[in-house]
């Protein structure tokens, strides 16, 4: 069994917790999807997922935060909202 290294588990890490599919982290690092998979169920790459999830969830908080302070920011930020709800119920109404 070819083992991978560590830097592999953590960008399988970082990729599934911002949200890309095993197959695009695959393509990107030049392994099959399976070998994601698989290294996605160690427990110490779901400790690293957890991680890499805490990480984003708290980027999050900070740019809602900046957004919630800027008016400009905000506006813009309810427009993207809009068009991504519009989009939405468009595919639904299909």
């Not at 919630?68 to 709800?85: G, I, M, V």
């Amino acid at each position: 069994m070819k083992r991978h290294p560590a830097s592999l588990k953590l960008n399988i890490a970082y990729g599934l917790a911002n949200g890309y599919t095993q197959r695009e982290i695959g393509a990107s690092l030049g392994v099959h999807q399976s070998t994601i998979s698989r290294h996605a169920r160690r427990p110490d790459v779901a400790a690293m997922i957890r991680v890499e999830e805490e990480k984003v969830i708290q980027e999050l908080k900070e740019q809602i935060h900046r957004v919630a302070q800027d008016p400009k920011l905000r506006a813009e930020s309810e427009e993207l909202c809009r068009q991504a709800l519009m989009k939405g119920i468009a595919r639904m109404l299909r």
